[in-house]
């Protein structure tokens, strides 16, 4: 049973889980958030699975001890590579990844149980979607296409424009081929260009962000969800504080955020300020 006043963990590789963070304060503002990514090993999606694993557990062994209600993994990648090592580890404390909440919205709207699944090329390699889709719909067909050149884009803040639109397109121009009608974004990134997939997608498909159905079905995972009041958000990053800091205020104006230094040294993350 989760105690009042114990924060909730939300961690990405980068700054593209602040999409999840933001939606989960909309739905539950009376929480207190502490968001952590390790940018200083970003991109994940880049590296081999076991080396995203051992990130992610040490980034936990340091969340683990500001005692909180729940760890939520914003980061596909990380989800893929170490969310049962971690639920293996956390004790009663919940760990929720993005990929099955994704998973039951895709299969839920989808009509004719085509689905395409735009990843990053670890996650790719995992082979999480594939495998969890068919699971939750034995009759699914689904088609699998990394995209790394828009993790970089999104992570540079280029979200619009020709450049971005034009990734976009190569990505999504054969799954829409295929005849999918319904599109993951599972990459914490993705949902940054949601403006440019929207365009690009038209009514073809339904796009699924990962990240907001996880916010939305958070009650399934956590107890006692505070809707009312207003709690604190803190941002913590093994890069630049300042870099997270200016993401976060162009998605949140009116929110105190407090940023924060964290280091890994011999393999551990501590708090440097
Ligand atoms: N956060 C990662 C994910 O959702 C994408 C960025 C990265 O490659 O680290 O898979």
Same mark, same amino acid.
């Given at each position: ?26 739905? =539950? ?5 502490? =968001? ?7 991109? =994940? ?32 990648? #990380? ?25 039951? #919205? ?22 999480? =979607? ?144």
């Amino acid at each position: 049973m989760a105690r009042a006043g114990r924060p909730i963990v939300v961690f990405d590789s980068g700054e593209g889980g602040l999409t999840l963070l933001k939606q989960a304060w909309a739905l =539950y503002p009376g929480e207190d958030y502490i =968001y952590i990514c390790d940018t200083e090993h970003f991109p =994940y999606g880049q590296r081999p699975l076991v080396q995203v694993r051992t990130f992610f557990l040490g980034v936990l062994t340091y969340a683990l001890t500001l005692d909180p209600k729940a760890v939520i993994i914003a980061c596909n990648t #990380a989800t893929a590579a170490a969310l049962d090592a971690a639920r293996a580890v956390s004790g009663d404390v919940p760990v929720v990844g993005v990929v099955e909440p994704g998973i039951l #919205a895709a299969v839920r709207v989808t009509h004719n149980r085509r689905i395409g699944v735009l990843t990053t090329v670890a996650t790719h390699r995992s082979g999480i =979607y594939q495998n969890g889709l068919r699971a939750a719909e034995a009759r699914a067909v689904v088609w699998q296409r990394p995209c790394p050149l828009l993790v970089v884009l999104a992570e540079n803040g280029r979200v619009t424009g020709p450049e971005s639109r034009a990734a976009v397109a190569h990505c999504v121009q054969g799954l829409l081929a295929e005849d999918v009608d319904t599109l993951i974004l599972g990459c914490t990134h993705f949902p940054h260009m949601q403006a440019i997939f929207a365009e690009v997608v038209g009514d073809r498909a339904h796009l699924i962000d990962p990240g907001l159905e996880t916010a939305k079905i958070l009650p399934h995972y956590v107890v006692g969800l505070q809707r009312e009041g207003l709690g604190t958000v803190s941002l913590l990053t093994t890069g630049q504080p300042e870099r997270v800091l200016r993401v976060g205020r162009q998605l949140w104006e009116h929110i105190v955020m407090r940023p924060g230094q964290l280091a890994w040294e011999d393999g551990e993350v501590v708090r440097r300020r």
